[in-house]
């Protein structure tokens, strides 16, 4: 199996900043994917970068992966209050995949 | 996307009850489905893999007498905690590999209180 680590565990930011958020990994992994959860709701997928994918752009999303360093980043830009909620990065794929702690997003208004 | 529904979204159970939550793949069908409990302000924990046909798979420390999983068709599993005690309320997410690329989505969850 495959744990992501999310940091910071926490981050607090004014609407329109960016917000990063980073992700490390231990072993090798074909792909990994990025998740949303808001306060008592399920999980909502926003991204999935393959190992031969360096930087892949949704909308306000940015990931980047960096293999040799084992680690990925979520970039969001001009933050809205909306986008608070915690977020995960999940190495691997299916039974492999494992969660950290997340990455909780606090966007004030 | 694809979406995967959960049924019922919360539920309140008397100890010594059981409960059955159901996992739907509403446009795609899903030959595994997975299982995780979520406690408040932590991470998803996987519980378990639910085959379609054949028997679950379950983490280390899972008890499969305690959670049943049914995977009966291609579009539903259920999870079924028997006997259930108060240390079994929890948040239960389910997940499904889904189009286009296999990506994992997940249902909306179901909060659990057992009283």
């Known amino acids: 199996s495959q744990q992501g680590e999310e940091d910071p565990q926490a981050l607090s930011i004014q609407e329109g900043e960016n917000a990063t958020m980073n992700c490390s990994y231990k072993?090798?992994?074909?792909?990994l994917q990025w998740y949303r959860q808001n306060s008592g709701r399920g999980l909502v997928h926003l991204i999935l970068?393959?190992?031969?994918?360096r930087e892949k752009h949704s909308g306000r999303l940015r990931v980047t992966l960096d293999t040799s360093k084992k680690s990925s980043s979520l970039l969001i830009t001009a933050s809205r209050a909306a986008d608070t909620a915690s977020y995960f990065c999940?190495?691997?794929?299916?039974?492999?995949?494992?969660f950290g702690a997340g990455t909780r997003l606090t966007v004030k208004p | 996307g694809a979406v995967v529904s959960q049924h019922p979204s919360w539920v309140i159970c008397k100890s010594g009850t059981s409960v059955k939550i159901e996992c739907r793949s509403l446009d795609f069908q899903a030959t595994t489905m997975f299982w995780y409990r979520q406690f408040p302000k932590q991470s998803l924990m996987l519980m378990a893999t639910?085959?379609?046909?054949?028997?679950?798979?379950?983490e280390q420390g899972v008890e499969k007498d305690k959670f049943l999983i049914n995977h009966a068709s291609l579009t539903l599993s259920t999870l079924t905690v028997t006997s259930a005690h108060p240390e079994d309320s929890s948040f239960y997410i389910c997940?499904?590999?889904?189009?286009?690329?296999?990506?994992?989505?997940f249902g909306p969850g179901t909060r659990l209180t057992v009283t």
């Open positions: 072993t090798s992994i074909n792909n």
């Open positions: 997940s499904a590999p889904g189009p286009p690329s296999y990506e994992q989505y």
């Open positions: 639910s085959n379609e046909g054949s028997k679950a798979t379950y």
């Open positions: 999940a190495p691997g794929r299916g039974v492999d995949m494992r």
């Open positions: 970068i393959r190992s031969n994918e």
